[in-house]
């Protein structure tokens, strides 16, 4: 079959990378891609990925069997809608229902209105009524900007001051343009952070394994947020018995909510949550794969993704045969992020990359977010450049292995945490 894959990062150099090894995959394209990506697929890098029509127009050109999405703005651009109403199948949900993350408001009330666990808030849109409120808190207080910020749009403010700065930094200054119009002020919850991803076609919905994402700059989870510095899977602070509550509690339930709220939910939901004393509670719900957890889980798959997602995508609740049949490496996998000089504020681009073959092999695959080729070299373009992804029998085994690949790496630059999944180890 001839498969479409939307976006052009090192999640989707995971997806694509993973979706060729089926013998089902006859032919990938991906838009726009990246050098990496174009080791297993076409790339066409002349078409937006909220481009509803050119991208319709090539998979029907094409005789596309499916498409994947995977980043959130196709989703919320109507992307799937507009393939569906074509008759075209689509791996995601649509917009109605990508606004679980797209909207923090909208996934509050959901939560609140299904009984999901989550920390108390409030919304506001309103800067002076969101500082009165803010004054009458005890920190550390959480800021949240109502819409997609590229995973930058979270500020855990240990004072009065900082969440006050925030609110106009979020609001007044609209450092995230409109997603900051309306922001959602959350209690501080305690506990260990982890990542539940699962499949669904909403009804049936299919756990990942476990992951644990590390969003801090620098060691020990100090400096601003990013888009994710790494992660690494299964994470053991979500053992199987917990794994299980998190569907029956949330997972499940927020599909039926959103079912119940005209939204059937087909592809990949994620949950982002905080292990509290009082059980497993949602930080964030994201409507596609995460990045970086996708680069540490999607290696530990050893079923076939393509029948995977031709089930989720069908619309015909097949899902639920396949409950049995999908299996995981015994072992761990980590994501080390290699990110630019400057990152997460304004990063260099253009520093050329060396190393990535002598530092792969059979344990050991570099994914590649930002780079894109200048005179036949590979070269930096983006805030977080590559996924050094290493799996090993254990976690200290895979990033054993990570690391070791990691110093095969260079370019002018290149800054990487030195404790990825310290949390596990330990």
Not at 327 to 337: A, F, L, R
Not at 401 to 417: E, L, T
């Amino acid at each position: 079959m001839k498969i479409l894959v939307i976006g052009g990062g090192g999640r989707e150099h995971a997806m694509v990378w993973k979706l060729s090894q089926s013998p089902k995959a006859e032919k990938i394209y991906c838009i726009p891609g990246n050098p990496g990506i174009a080791q297993f697929a076409e790339c066409i890098d002349n078409i937006s990925v909220t481009d509803k029509v050119g991208l319709s127009n090539f998979a029907l050109e094409n005789k596309i069997d499916l498409t994947i999405v995977g980043p959130e703005t196709p989703l919320v651009a109507g992307v799937t809608d507009h393939f569906r109403e074509l008759g075209l199948k689509i791996f995601g949900p649509n917009a109605n229902a990508a606004q679980i993350e797209s909207s923090k408001s909208f996934a509050k009330d959901l939560m609140i209105k299904y009984n999901i666990p989550t920390a108390g808030s409030e919304v506001f849109t309103d800067a002076e009524e969101a500082i009165s409120y803010i004054k009458k808190q005890q920190p550390p207080i959480v800021i949240k900007a109502d819409g997609l910020a590229a995973g930058k749009g979270v500020v855990i403010a240990l004072t009065h001051d900082e969440a006050v700065k925030a609110i106009q930094e979020i609001m007044v200054d609209k450092v995230f343009g409109d997603s900051g119009n309306k922001v959602v002020i959350e209690e501080f919850l305690t506990g260990e952070e982890a990542s539940l991803l699962a499949f669904t076609d909403g009804y049936t919905v299919i756990p990942m394994l476990p992951a644990q994402d590390h969003k801090r700059i620098f060691e020990g989870d100090t400096g601003p947020n990013t888009g994710g510095m790494g992660a690494y899977a299964p994470a053991p602070v979500v053992p199987e018995f917990l794994k299980a509550k998190i569907v029956l509690d949330i997972l499940e339930p927020i599909i039926t909510a959103l079912r119940e709220e005209g939204c059937i939910y087909s592809g990949c939901i994620y949950a982002g949550l905080m292990i509290t004393k009082d059980g497993p509670k949602v930080i964030e719900f994201n409507a596609r794969f995460g990045d970086p957890e996708t680069q540490a889980i999607l290696p530990l798959l050893e079923s076939d993704l393509v029948d995977i997602m031709e089930a989720c995508a069908s619309g015909e609740n097949k899902l639920q045969e396949m409950e049995d049949e999908i299996s995981w490496y015994n072992g761990s996998n980590v994501c080390i992020i290699l990110s630019s000089k400057g990152y997460p504020g304004e990063f260099r681009k253009g520093d050329v990359i060396t190393g990535i073959p002598e530092a792969e092999n059979e344990n050991v695959i570099v994914f590649q977010a930002g780079t894109s080729m200048k005179d036949s070299e590979l070269v930096t373009s983006g805030g977080r450049v590559l996924g050094v992804t290493a799996k090993g029998k254990t976690i200290i085994n895979a990033v054993e292995n990570g690391y070791s690949a990691v110093s095969k790496i260079n370019f002018d630059g290149m800054h990487f945490r030195r404790d990825i999944a310290s949390r596990a180890i330990r």
